[in-house]
Every structure is written in C-alpha cells, then in structure tokens.
C-alpha cells in the first residue's frame, strides 16, 4: 500500500469525522423564542419552542422569565389544551415608562404546566405568548427559562451569551430585534444563522469527501 494512499484515506476519514461532529452538535437542541412581527416600539406574537432531549421524560412544565428592564404592558399567553398556564405579576423596583403608560408593577413569569402528558420524549412544542409594547433602542432581548421534566430533572435556560462567539452549554432564549434598516436585520432567533453555518459547512465537507473518494479510485495501467 502507497504512502500516497494512506494519505488520503486518512484525510477522508478526518473529513468524516467533522461531518458526523457537525450533525451531532446541529442535532442538541435547546429552547428557544422567535417572532415573525417583533419590531421596536410595537406588539409582538413571541413563539418558544420546547424540546423534550431525553428518551425517556417528558416535558412537564416550562416557566418562562420576562425582563424587568423592560417590562410589557401587555402580556398575553396561548392557552393550550391539556396545559394550565399562569402569569405572575411583580412591583418594579422603579416606575417605567412604556409607551403612554407608567408602570409600578408587571407581569414577570408565565408558566405552563401539563395537566396529563406533556411534551413526549425526543419531541417538542410551541408556546406563545403576545406581549407590548417591544422597547425601542434596544438590539435583544433575553428570556430566561426553566424546563422541568416528568422523572424531575430541571434544566435552567438562563446563561447569557457574552459575544456572537460565546457558545453557553444552557443559553437564554434571546429574541433580536428588527431595525427596519435592511432586510437582513429581520432574523428574530439567534439559532438560525448558526444552523444555517452548520448546514452549509457539511455540504462542503461532503463535496471534499466526492473529490476524495474519486482521488482513491485505481488508475488503469497504460498499455
């Protein structure tokens, strides 16, 4: 066996392993929020999309943290069937301003609880809430969540990305704010540029592993 042979074999199964490290890290999923109306200053439908990662629990109950910072005035939540939800309201430490309104004190915690069933292992559901008004000069807003599983495991969604490369194992929901500047400032879930990364990254390392593979066909000897 050539050493030009051992090469490239061993350069595809590097390319490889990338591939299959990239799929397995695509496939973690965490919860999330997205919005397909948020923009500054106006009312917003905010979707939370829950996975249940575990192959034996389901999800039970999800609270969801609103900021303080920036408190709505108006909180609305989807009510789902065979789910009870709640909204808990809170005195601000300082009257905000929003909109035409002060407010002293704000919903800060809904929470949706499964009367029976849940979220089912290794599937996931939405749930929505309608909130105003969105502040204005703000680029983000985090929305920090805990999930709590049928066998009792509570997993915390609340660590704070310090910069677009920090990659926190336990993210908080984050929405991004429309600018209405260009049409590229409309992606409203932080999650999506990164699979989109992922994905076309694969592709490339897929379309090395073609040439590759066609490299370490054997060449007919010339008569």
């Known amino acids: 066996m050539s050493k030009k042979f051992v090469l490239r074999a061993a350069a595809i199964g590097a390319a490889s392993a990338l591939v299959f490290a990239g799929a397995a890290g695509s496939a973690s999923a965490h919860v999330t929020v997205s919005s397909p109306d948020a923009k500054p200053g106006g009312y917003a439908k905010l979707v939370f999309r829950v996975p249940s990662e575990s192959d034996t629990a389901g999800t039970t109950k999800l609270v969801v943290s609103l900021p303080k910072d920036h408190p709505f005035a108006s909180v609305g939540a989807q009510?789902?069937?065979?789910w009870k939800v709640e909204k808990t309201k809170e005195k601000l430490a300082a009257p905000v301003k929003v909109?035409?309104?002060?407010?002293?004190?704000?919903?800060?915690?809904?929470?949706?609880?499964?009367?029976?069933?849940?979220?089912?292992?290794?599937?996931?559901?939405?749930?929505?809430?309608?909130?105003?008004?969105l502040p204005e000069g703000v680029d983000s807003l985090n929305f920090p969540a805990v999930q709590t599983y049928s066998d009792g495991e509570v997993v915390k969604w609340e660590e704070i990305a310090n910069d677009a490369a920090d990659k926190p194992e336990h993210p908080a929901p984050s929405l991004k704010l429309t600018t209405a500047i260009t049409p590229v400032a409309a992606t409203t879930s932080d999650a999506k540029p990164d699979t989109l990364a992922r994905v076309l990254g694969g592709a490339g390392l897929l379309v090395g592993l073609i040439g590759l593979a066609f490299g370490l066909r054997p060449r007919k000897a010339k008569s």
């Open 79 to 82: 009510v789902k069937d065979g």
């Open 99 to 133: 909109g035409d309104v002060n407010l002293s004190e704000a919903i800060t915690t809904v929470t949706w609880t499964a009367a029976a069933g849940g979220v089912p292992p290794n599937d996931f559901d939405e749930f929505a809430l309608s909130v105003g008004r």
